[in-house]
């Protein structure tokens, strides 16, 4: 069994998601190139991995159903607390117990909305991992 925890700020503040999406896929690229030459026609370049990417869709419910993985919140308070983080303008971090999933991610796109009677929110997240930037040290002589 496998839990989602979202955060911000070194776990200032975390979010357990309390319905866990049916599924999940994580999309990683490759930064690969295609060259033309004269003599030999294309050529494949290896580059070096690319961002990972992938959405989350479910729901946060308004009702205390039995199942719920967290009551920490209700209804609009999970989208208010996400998009007062996607404010701040910093990035998340994800981690999918069960799995080595455990990413500083950027929120690109945040959906939601209520499809019935019940006042739960469905929600499609969208996320890409963020590499912090590491420059190294200048030797001083």
Do not use: C
């Not at 690229?29 to 869709?57: C, E, I, W």
């Not at 799995?99 to 739960?120: C, K, L, R, W």
Request: proline share 5%; no cysteine; net charge neutral.
């Amino acid at each position: 069994m496998i839990d989602i925890y979202l955060s911000i700020n070194n776990r200032e503040e975390v979010i357990q998601l309390p319905v866990v999406p049916s599924e999940f896929q994580i999309a990683s690229a490759s930064n690969h190139q295609t060259f033309t030459t004269v003599n030999q026609g294309d050529l494949r370049m290896l580059g070096k991995r690319g961002l990972s990417a992938m959405s989350l869709a479910s729901f946060f419910p308004k009702q205390d159903y039995p199942w719920l993985r967290s009551r920490q919140y209700t209804g609009w308070e999970y989208i208010e607390k996400i998009e007062a983080w996607r404010d701040r303008e910093r990035p998340i971090r994800l981690i999918i117990t069960g799995t080595p999933v455990n990413m500083a991610m950027t929120i690109d796109s945040f959906e939601y909305g209520v499809q019935d009677g019940s006042g739960d929110i469905y929600y499609t997240l969208a996320l890409t991992e963020y590499r912090f930037i590491n420059l190294p040290k200048k030797k001083v002589t």
